[in-house]
C-alpha cells in the first residue's frame, strides 16, 4: 500500500512538472497556441495583454511606454487592423498603418513567439466625408448623428443580401473618395480581401504562418457600432460573422487564425451571451470585455459571474477565454489591478486564458499596474 502512494504521489509530481513546462510559449500553429492558452487557464494562469502596446500608426519597432515603465513585453499583445485598412482613411496613412502592422508581428514572433490579438473597427461603408468623429465605426443611426440615411441603418442586412446604394465615399482627409462601390457588399468583400493581403504577409523567416488571435464583430449587444444588437438580428450577426471568416479564409488559406467572438459587460445569463454565437466551428476564443470591475461590489461581482459563465462554457466547448478590454478609467480605483481585476482572476470557477489592459493613456498607477504583472498567477513576459 505504501509503494501504491509513493507512485501515486511521483505520478502526480511529474504531472505537475509537466503542467508547468507547457506553460513555455512553444506554440507553433493555431492549434497549439489555442491549446496552450486553455492549459494556461486550467491552471490558474492568465496571459497579461496590452492593447496599443505597438501603435501601427506612428511606427513598427519595438518600443512603447508600456515596456519602459512595466519592464515587461508581453507574451500576448493587442493591435487593431481599423488604421490598415478600409476607406476611411488616406492611402497613404493605410499603407503606412500596413507595413508597421506586418513588420510588428514579424519582429515579435522572431524575437520571443509573441502572439498579435486583433481587433477590427471597420468603418461604416456609409460613414461620409466631413463626420465629425475619427471613428468611422460610431457612424450609426442615431439622434446624436441626423444625418444618418435611415434606410441603410441595416447596413448588415444589406451587406448579406447584396442590396444598400453606391458607397465608399467617405474620407477622414476631407476630400470625398474617388473610387466608390455599388453596394456594401462589394465595399465589404474588398474590405476582406485587403486583410486577406495583409494577414498572407504574417509568416516567420521560414516562410510559415505566425498564428494570432482575431476578434470579430466585438461588443455586440451595445448599439454605438454598426454591428451592434440594434442594428442587425440575431441570426444576421451570426451569417456576418461567418461570411467574414470564412471571406477571409478564402483569400488567406493558409492563415493559422483563433477566431474569438467577445461581448461587452451587459449580458446577464448564458442564454444571452449565446443568442448571438455563430457556433464552435467558427470560434476558438470566447470572452468579454468590461471596464466597470471595481467600481462597486455589485459591479465587481456582476463581473466574476460573466466570467465564471465564460469559463463554463469554454471548458464544456474545448476554448481559450479572454477578458478581452478592461482598464483603470480615469484611474478611479485603488489598487485597480491587484486588489480588484486580479482578485477576479483568482475567484474559483475564473478561467481565463487573457486579461487585455485596454490603451492606457498615463501610468498614473504605475506601482499597482507593476504589481499586478509580477503576481505568480499572471504571465507578463
Given at each position: 500500500m505504501k509503494m501504491n502512494i509513493y507512485h501515486i504521489i511521483c505520478n502526480v509530481t511529474c504531472c505537475l512538472m509537466l503542467s508547468s513546462v507547457s506553460l513555455a510559449q512553444t506554440w507553433s500553429d493555431a492549434a497549439?497556441?489555442?491549446?496552450?492558452?486553455?492549459?494556461?487557464?486550467?491552471?490558474?494562469?492568465?496571459?497579461?495583454?496590452?492593447?496599443?502596446?505597438y501603435d501601427p500608426r506612428k511606427n513598427g519597432k519595438l518600443n512603447s511606454p508600456y515596456r519602459r515603465v512595466l519592464q515587461c513585453q508581453p507574451i500576448i499583445y493587442g493591435v487593431d487592423f481599423y488604421y490598415a485598412s478600409g476607406t476611411w482613411f488616406s492611402?497613404?496613412?493605410?499603407?503606412?498603418?500596413?507595413?508597421?502592422?506586418?513588420?510588428?508581428?514579424?519582429?515579435?514572433?522572431?524575437e520571443r513567439r509573441a502572439v498579435a490579438s486583433f481587433s477590427w473597427h471597420l468603418e461604416n461603408p456609409y460613414v461620409p466625408t466631413g463626420f465629425p468623429r475619427a471613428e468611422g465605426f460610431r457612424y450609426i443611426y442615431h439622434q446624436s448623428i441626423p444625418d444618418y440615411p435611415a434606410?441603410?441603418?441595416?447596413?448588415?442586412?444589406?451587406?448579406?443580401?447584396?442590396?444598400?446604394?453606391e458607397c465608399g465615399k467617405g474620407n477622414q482627409s476631407g476630400k470625398d473618395n474617388d473610387l466608390?462601390?455599388?453596394?456594401?457588399?462589394?465595399?465589404?468583400?474588398?474590405?476582406?480581401?485587403?486583410?486577406?493581403?495583409?494577414?498572407?504577409?504574417?509568416?516567420d523567416d521560414n516562410g510559415r504562418p505566425i498564428p494570432f488571435i482575431f476578434r470579430l464583430w466585438h461588443e455586440w449587444e451595445d448599439s454605438w457600432m454598426w454591428w451592434g444588437?440594434?442594428?442587425?438580428?440575431?441570426?444576421?450577426?451570426?451569417?456576418?460573422?461567418?461570411?467574414?471568416?470564412?471571406?477571409?479564409?478564402?483569400?488567406?488559406?493558409?492563415?493559422?487564425?483563433?477566431?474569438?467572438?467577445?461581448?461587452?459587460r451587459f449580458v446577464n445569463n448564458e442564454k444571452e451571451y449565446m443568442e448571438r454565437y455563430p457556433g464552435d466551428n467558427y470560434v476558438d476564443v470566447i470572452g468579454f470585455d468590461d471596464y466597470a470591475i471595481g467600481k462597486s461590489d455589485k459591479a465587481?461581482?456582476?463581473?466574476?459571474?460573466?466570467?465564471?459563465?465564460?469559463?463554463?462554457?469554454?471548458?464544456?466547448?474545448?476554448?481559450?477565454?479572454?477578458?478581452?478590454?478592461?482598464?483603470?478609467?480615469?484611474?478611479?480605483?485603488?489598487?485597480?489591478?491587484?486588489?480588484?481585476?486580479?482578485?477576479?482572476?483568482?475567484?474559483?470557477?475564473?478561467?481565463?486564458?487573457?486579461?487585455?489592459?485596454?490603451?492606457?493613456?498615463?501610468?498614473?498607477?504605475?506601482?499597482d499596474m507593476k504589481s499586478f504583472v509580477s503576481q505568480k498567477n499572471i504571465i507578463a513576459k
Open positions: 497549439s497556441l489555442k491549446k496552450e492558452l486553455i492549459q494556461a487557464s486550467l491552471q490558474g494562469k492568465t496571459y497579461y495583454s496590452q492593447f496599443n502596446f492611402k497613404t496613412d493605410r499603407d503606412n498603418a500596413r507595413r508597421n502592422l506586418i513588420q510588428i508581428v514579424k519582429d515579435t514572433w522572431r434606410e441603410h441603418q441595416y447596413v448588415i442586412k444589406e451587406i448579406l443580401e447584396g442590396s444598400g446604394d466608390l462601390y455599388p453596394t456594401p457588399r462589394a465595399w465589404f468583400e474588398d474590405r476582406c480581401k485587403e486583410l486577406a493581403d495583409i494577414i498572407n504577409e504574417f509568416v444588437a440594434k442594428y442587425v438580428s440575431a441570426d444576421d450577426y451570426k451569417r456576418f460573422f461567418i461570411l467574414t471568416e470564412h471571406t477571409i479564409k478564402e483569400y488567406a488559406p493558409n492563415a493559422q487564425i483563433l477566431w474569438a467572438y467577445c461581448s461587452d465587481w461581482n456582476a463581473a466574476v459571474n460573466r466570467a465564471k459563465m465564460v469559463s463554463r462554457i469554454a471548458q464544456k466547448r474545448n476554448m481559450a477565454t479572454a477578458l478581452f478590454e478592461t482598464n483603470n478609467n480615469k484611474r478611479k480605483v485603488p489598487n485597480y489591478y491587484t486588489e480588484h481585476l486580479n482578485r477576479m482572476l483568482k475567484t474559483k470557477g475564473v478561467n481565463l486564458s487573457i486579461v487585455q489592459i485596454w490603451s492606457l493613456k498615463n501610468f498614473n498607477d504605475s506601482i
